[in-house]
Nanobody, 120 residues
Framework: QVRFVESGGGLVQPGESLRLSCSAS???????????MGWYRRLPGKQRELVAS???????NYADSVKGRFTISRDNARKSLYLQMTDLKPGDTAAYYC???????????WGQGTQVTVSS
């Protein structure tokens, strides 16, 4: 089942910004609101890593590599997740995915992701 659809990626130069969106419209609100949501990224040749997460209500968390540059947010009514990325660096080049933050995450739960490429 496709639960998440990511969009907003693209090719940008270092220092520029992008806003990623994730739609979870196929998931009912009560289920969406029961999870901490997160943005993951997969660098070439690497496993996915969690870069930002946010609970229904509370404090967001960020990987050290993106602190101060990325901001995660969620619109619970629309069952959407966003990642505002500023001051992008070449090291941010990756495929970005949204998903729940859960140790029991299933491999078939991932969407297609959206590619972010930062290059001069």
């Amino acid at each position: 089942q496709v639960r998440f659809v990511e969009s907003g990626g693209g090719l940008v130069q270092p220092g520029e910004s992008l806003r990623l969106s994730c739609s979870a419209s196929r998931i009912i609100t009560s289920v969406f609101n029961s999870y901490i949501m997160g943005w993951y990224r997969r660098l070439p040749g690497k496993q996915r890593e969690l870069v930002a997460s946010i609970p229904l209500r509370g404090t967001a968390n960020y990987a050290d590599s993106v602190k101060g540059r990325f901001t995660i947010s969620r619109d619970n009514a629309r069952k959407s997740l966003y990642l505002q990325m500023t001051d992008l660096k070449p090291g941010d080049t990756a495929a970005y995915y949204c998903n729940v933050v859960d140790p029991g995450l299933r491999e078939d739960s991932w969407g297609q992701g959206t590619q972010v490429t930062v290059s001069s």
